[in-house]
């Protein structure tokens, strides 16, 4: 029987308990395993390698996803530098312009060790995907939505046209989860994920995934993730899947509240522009409708007025928290330039057109007028 996703994420490896029948998969803890005899063992023997609850983890995720296999890594960074893995020296790597920040860091670092050759571009724009493909990337990164200008990407087109040129293809999907949105099924190799958000979704877990389309290129990530030790721990593999089992309602409900606070903000006079695919306005918009199943939980919007509207504003939120990393079950509002993105130059910020007065919020499972009056009494008390 072909089970849909929602039935995956709520109920894949329950009730498969052979020791004593217990519904949710038990958390094994031990980092070492009894060999049943010489060079013989169950399947398991030291938990850098292989981990039974982190392949529950693994396991769901590279169903939800429709992958060949995933890998379940310390955190998302970890995930991303594992991918890099494929690359030598003489690769090129076209990554977007504007990219998470840290990504943007570890590339560049990894770049100027001479890792790889790092070309950054605005997938957004078909004619420059065009021109920088003739460089013959070796692999090309996508983030879509981007972070935090939620720019859109699309995901078929450059599949397709780097694939053309032999060159692999990896989605970072953090901000949407394979709930909203599938690159494999859109063409990408391979699926990068900060399992930190919405996947976990609480909030109390650092981690990372990569889901690969390819057996070959599971194996090869698997090999390289035991070699480095970047595997995620038990622990935080059990809280995460933990997290996947709401992952559909959470999401379709935090979206819901998301829609409601970008209208809110589009009609104020205090917002100058609002960023939300869900919007008819965003020039992203069509291609999110098709290959998204829904428009996320994630918006930036630009304030009017000064660093002082900013300051006021981030000082009188209630409701929403001023914290970095998103898709958790609480509303964070984030200031890009100075947390986020804080790592990037002056030159990169004005190039990703992330500015001083950009605010980028992640919607919760609060009530939605509790959001708005929030969001309201924040507004006013910034008018300068
Ligand atoms: N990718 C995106 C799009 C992110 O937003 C983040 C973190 O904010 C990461 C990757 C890195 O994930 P982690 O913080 O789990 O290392």
């Known amino acids: 029987m072909e089970l849909s996703p929602e039935t995956i994420a709520a109920a894949n490896g329950v009730?498969?308990?052979?020791?004593?029948?217990a519904?949710?998969?038990?958390?094994?803890?031990?980092?070492?395993?009894?060999?049943t005899g010489f060079d013989a063992h169950r399947g398991y023997d030291y938990s850098r390698a292989t981990n039974p609850t982190r392949d529950q983890l693994s396991d769901t995720i590279?169903?939800?996803?429709?992958?060949?296999?995933?890998?379940?890594?310390?955190?998302?960074?970890a995930a991303i530098d594992l991918v890099l893995t494929i690359l030598k020296p003489d690769d090129l790597l076209i990554a977007p312009h504007d990219c998470y920040g840290g990504t943007l860091r570890l590339l560049s670092a990894r770049a100027a060790q001479g890792h790889f050759r790092l070309a950054l571009v605005d997938q957004t724009r078909e004619e420059t995907v065009v021109a920088a493909l003739e460089e013959r990337p070796a692999l090309v990164l996508l983030e879509t939505p981007s972070n935090p200008l939620m720019r859109i990407t699309d995901i078929e087109m450059v599949s397709a046209r780097a694939r053309a040129v032999g060159a692999k293809i990896v989605v970072d999907n953090t901000f949407l989860s394979p709930a909203l949105q599938r690159p494999i099924s859109l063409g990408a190799h391979m699926?990068?994920?900060s399992t930190t958000k919405y996947l976990n979704g609480h909030s109390d877990v650092v981690g990372g995934a990569v889901v690969a389309a390819d057996a070959d290129m599971v194996e090869h990530l698997k090999a390289w993730a035991n070699m480095t030790?970047?595997?995620?721990a038990p622990f935080d593999a059990f809280l995460t899947l933990r997290g996947i089992r709401t992952l559909f309602p959470r999401i379709e409900y935090q979206q819901r509240n998301a829609a409601a606070v970008a209208e809110y903000l589009s009609a104020h006079k205090m917002v100058d522009a609002v960023h939300y695919p869900g919007l008819p306005s965003h020039p992203g918009h069509a291609i999110a409708a098709r290959q998204q199943r829904g428009f996320g939980a994630m918006?930036?919007?630009?304030i009017a007025g000064g660093p002082e509207s900013v300051r006021k504003f981030v000082e009188h939120?209630?409701?929403?928290?001023?914290?970095e990393s998103l898709g958790g079950v609480e509303s964070l509002v984030a200031h890009p330039a100075t947390m986020t993105h804080a790592s990037l130059s002056p030159n990169a910020l004005r190039a990703?057109?992330?500015?001083?007065?950009?605010?980028?919020?992640?919607?919760g499972l609060e009530n939605q007028s509790d959001l708005i009056s929030d969001l309201e009494e924040a507004l006013a008390s910034a008018r300068i």
């Open 317 to 323: 939120v209630q409701v929403f928290t001023l914290a």
């Open 299 to 302: 918006l930036s919007f630009e």
């Open 191 to 193: 699926v990068v994920h």
């Open 352 to 363: 990703a057109g992330i500015g001083h007065n950009l605010l980028r919020l992640s919607v």
């Open 229 to 232: 030790g970047v595997t995620g």
């Open 23 to 35: 519904v949710v998969p038990p958390l094994y803890l031990s980092s070492t395993y009894e060999f």
């Open 15 to 21: 009730a498969e308990d052979k020791a004593y029948g």
């Open 62 to 77: 590279n169903r939800l996803e429709g992958g060949a296999g995933a890998i379940i890594t310390s955190s998302g960074m």
